[in-house]
T-cell receptor, first 112, second 111 residues
Framework: SQTIHQWPATLVQPVGSPLSLECTVE??????LYWYRQAAGRGLQLLFY??????ISSEVPQNLSASRPQDRQFILSSKKLLLSDSGFYLC???????????FGPGTRLTVL | SQKIEQNSEALNIQEGKTATLTCNYT??????LQWYRQDPGRGPVFLLL?????KEKRKERLKVTFDTTLKQSLFHITASQPADSATYLC??????????FGAGTRLFVKA
C-alpha cells in the first residue's frame, strides 16, 4: 500500500530564517506531487505541483521554491521566511491519470 | 472571477439526521468534483468523486449530486453519527492536474 510522509510535524522559525520541508511517498512510482498551504479557516492553496523528477510548476509567485530530486521526494524551501509564510503545509500525491489526491499529515509552520 | 463557495458557517445537526452540505462554483468547467474530509490538524482524506456527466454517486452513507447547470454539488451524510463531525472540503478538477479546493464546511453531529 502507498504511504506519504512529511516532516517535521511542527516547526517554529524566526523571520528571515531558511526553510526546508520534506515529503516522501512509498509504494507507488512516478506520482504527481503537490504542495499546498492552508491558512486558518481557509481553503487549500496550491503552491507547487510536479509531474516528474525536476519538473516543477509554480502556482503562486512568492518566496518559496520546490524541488523534486528523486521520483518520490518533494521538498519545499525558502531562503528567508516571512511572517505571512505561517500556515499548515500539506504534501499530496496522485497517481498517473488519477485525480483523487492523497495527503500527508502536514507540517504546522509558525514564523515569529 | 472564479470562485468555489462552501457555507462558512458550521452545520450543527442531531445524530441520526441527514447532513447536507453545499458547494457552489462560478466560472469553472470542472471535469470532476470531489469531496474530502479533514479532521483538525490532519490532512484531507478523499471521500468521493463524481464526473461531469454523472448526476449522483453513492458510497455507503454518503451521497453526492452534481448539477453542472446550477454549478452546484450537494453532499449528503445519512444517519449521521458524532464520528462524522469534521470539515468537509469540496474540490474541482479542471483540465490538467489542477485541483481547486473550497474553504470547507464544519459539521458537528450531536449525540
Amino acid at each position: 500500500s502507498q504511504t506519504i510522509h512529511q516532516w517535521p510535524a511542527t516547526l517554529v522559525q524566526p523571520v528571515g530564517s531558511p526553510l526546508s520541508l520534506e515529503c516522501t511517498v512509498e509504494g507507488t512510482s512516478n506520482p504527481n506531487l503537490y504542495w499546498y498551504r492552508q491558512a486558518a479557516g481557509r481553503g487549500l492553496q496550491l503552491l507547487f505541483y510536479s509531474v516528474g523528477i525536476g519538473q516543477i510548476s509554480s502556482e503562486v509567485p512568492q518566496n518559496l521554491s520546490a524541488s523534486r530530486p528523486q521520483d518520490r521526494q518533494f521538498i519545499l524551501s525558502s531562503k528567508k521566511l516571512l511572517l505571512s509564510d505561517s500556515g499548515f503545509y500539506l504534501c499530496a500525491w496522485s497517481g498517473i491519470g488519477g485525480v483523487e489526491q492523497f495527503f500527508g499529515p502536514g507540517t504546522r509552520l509558525t514564523v515569529l | 472571477s472564479q470562485k468555489i463557495e462552501q457555507n462558512s458557517e458550521a452545520l450543527n445537526i442531531q445524530e441520526g439526521k441527514t447532513a447536507t452540505l453545499t458547494c457552489n462554483y462560478t466560472n469553472y468547467s470542472p471535469a470532476y468534483l470531489q469531496w474530502y474530509r479533514q479532521d483538525p490538524g490532519r490532512g484531507p482524506v478523499f471521500l468521493l468523486l463524481i464526473r461531469e456527466n454523472e448526476k449522483e454517486k453513492r458510497k455507503e452513507r454518503l451521497k453526492v449530486t452534481f448539477d453542472t447547470t446550477l454549478k452546484q454539488s450537494l453532499f449528503h451524510i445519512t444517519a449521521s453519527q458524532p464520528a462524522d463531525s469534521a470539515t468537509y472540503l469540496c474540490a474541482l478538477v479542471t483540465g490538467g492536474f489542477k485541483t481547486i479546493f473550497g474553504a470547507g464546511t464544519r459539521l458537528f453531529v450531536k449525540a
